[in-house]
């Protein structure tokens, strides 16, 4: 492990061992501070989440735009201070936590007995959405998390989640997607964030204006098992209490190849999202590259090298 990973790996400890024992309201005014404290140092994550605010309120200027990072890095540091405090909150505390409009989706595909996909981007806490699931409303789920380096830091998150109640699959392997599949021909829920693939094996999609790339897994699960498929979108307001919506189900085209049904499928999804992410864009945790454009420049006819340039660009 390197001195960097080591670094990382102390930090969140730090954070988990703790954040958790502040009183509430000091750990969201210190989750403030550290936001404001990166906000104003300009860094990379800073910057690429203008950048993609940018897409999401294209008319908004320069200073709307920071206002709107400077908020999105509060929202971030929320989300943090939350997920450190979840463990030791109470089964009360949790189920007070989130206010779920149309949930109906969920609970009559549950009751269906054909399993349930919740798909949902980056917005506020999924974390706490999903300890809401399994306390609230006494549904265990399964879900896939990113293989994070160092080691030791990835299997900090899969106890984390799994002391929440979740079943923590990882993405790297192979064989998620046939767990996956297992639990939902057995009647039982998966969620998975959905916004950004990390395969590069996505599909294709129209995402405010312009082209970017999702995970296929939450279509193609739902059309191999008959699962509902469902999009969900988060967002704080200036209570303690996140929101919720389930959206209406994505349903399987009635025609058409797999990979046919699987882009109108996930274009569908993207549209959901999208639809959560204008209405409560500060909330959008989008510090990475999504779309092609930013992933691969030569996309860009506007930054792609002019032909007597190909070769010596990197």
Same mark, same amino acid.
């Given at each position: 492990?390197?001195?960097?990973?080591?670094?990382?790996?102390?930090?969140?400890? %730090? @954070?988990? /061992?703790? =954040?958790?024992? !502040? &009183?509430?309201?000091?750990?969201?005014? $210190?989750?403030?501070?550290?936001?404001?404290?990166?906000?104003?140092?300009?860094?990379?994550?800073?910057?690429?989440?203008?950048?993609?605010?940018?897409?999401?309120?294209?008319?908004?200027?320069?200073?709307?735009?920071?206002?709107?990072?400077?908020?999105?890095?509060?929202?971030?540091?929320?989300?943090?201070?939350?997920?450190?405090?979840?463990?030791?909150?109470?089964?009360?505390?949790?189920?007070?936590?989130?206010?779920?409009?149309?949930?109906?989706?969920?609970?009559?595909?549950?009751? %269906? @007995?054909? /399993?349930? =996909?919740?798909? !949902? &981007?980056?917005?506020?806490?999924?974390? $706490?959405?999903?300890?809401?699931?399994?306390?609230?409303?006494?549904?265990?789920?399964?879900?896939?998390?990113?293989?994070?380096?160092?080691?030791?830091?990835?299997?900090?998150?899969?106890?984390?989640?799994?002391?929440?109640?979740?079943?923590?699959?990882?993405?790297?392997?192979?064989?998620?997607?046939?767990?996956?599949?297992?639990?939902?021909?057995?009647?039982?829920?998966?969620?998975?964030?959905?916004?950004?693939?990390?395969?590069?094996?996505?599909?294709?999609?129209?995402?405010?204006?312009?082209?970017?790339?999702?995970?296929?897994?939450?279509?193609?699960?739902?059309?191999?098992?008959?699962?509902?498929?469902?999009?969900?979108?988060?967002?704080?307001?200036?209570?303690?209490?996140?929101?919720?919506?389930?959206?209406?189900?994505?349903?399987?085209?009635?025609?058409?190849?797999?990979?046919?049904?699987?882009?109108?499928?996930?274009?569908?999804?993207?549209?959901?999202?999208?639809?959560?992410?204008?209405?409560?864009?500060?909330?959008?945790?989008?510090?990475?590259?999504?779309?092609?454009?930013?992933?691969?420049?030569?996309?860009?006819?506007?930054?792609?090298?002019?032909?007597?340039?190909?070769?010596?660009?990197?």
């Amino acid at each position: 492990m390197s001195a960097q990973e080591r670094l990382t790996d102390a930090l969140y400890g %730090a @954070g988990w /061992g703790t =954040v958790k024992k !502040l &009183p509430e309201p000091v750990a969201a005014r $210190l989750g403030r501070t550290i936001a404001d404290v990166a906000w104003k140092q300009r860094g990379k994550g800073v910057l690429r989440l203008e950048s993609n605010y940018a897409r999401v309120v294209p008319d908004a200027g320069p200073e709307r735009l920071a206002e709107l990072s400077r908020a999105g890095m509060r929202s971030y540091l929320r989300y943090w201070m939350e997920s450190f405090r979840l463990p030791a909150w109470s089964a009360e505390r949790i189920a007070s936590g989130l206010d779920v409009k149309d949930l109906h989706h969920l609970t009559d595909g549950m009751a %269906a @007995g054909k /399993g349930v =996909v919740l798909a !949902l &981007p980056h917005l506020a806490n999924w974390d $706490l959405a999903g300890a809401w699931v399994t306390t609230k409303l006494g549904i265990p789920f399964t879900t896939v998390a990113e293989r994070l380096k160092p080691e030791t830091l990835y299997d900090r998150f899969v106890a984390y989640r799994e002391g929440l109640g979740m079943e923590v699959l990882p993405h790297t392997g192979g064989t998620a997607f046939g767990t996956l599949a297992r639990r939902l021909r057995d009647g039982g829920l998966v969620c998975l964030v959905a916004d950004r693939d990390l395969s590069s094996s996505g599909v294709e999609v129209g995402f405010f204006g312009e082209t970017a790339r999702m995970p296929a897994g939450p279509a193609l699960l739902a059309q191999q098992t008959g699962a509902r498929l469902l999009p969900v979108t988060l967002w704080y307001d200036d209570s303690p209490v996140m929101r919720g919506r389930v959206h209406p189900p994505v349903e399987v085209p009635a025609s058409g190849t797999r990979a046919e049904k699987t882009s109108v499928m996930t274009q569908a999804l993207a549209d959901a999202f999208a639809t959560g992410i204008a209405d409560h864009p500060e909330d959008w945790h989008m510090l990475q590259r999504l779309w092609l454009k930013d992933l691969d420049p030569a996309r860009d006819p506007a930054t792609s090298p002019a032909p007597d340039q190909e070769g010596t660009t990197s």
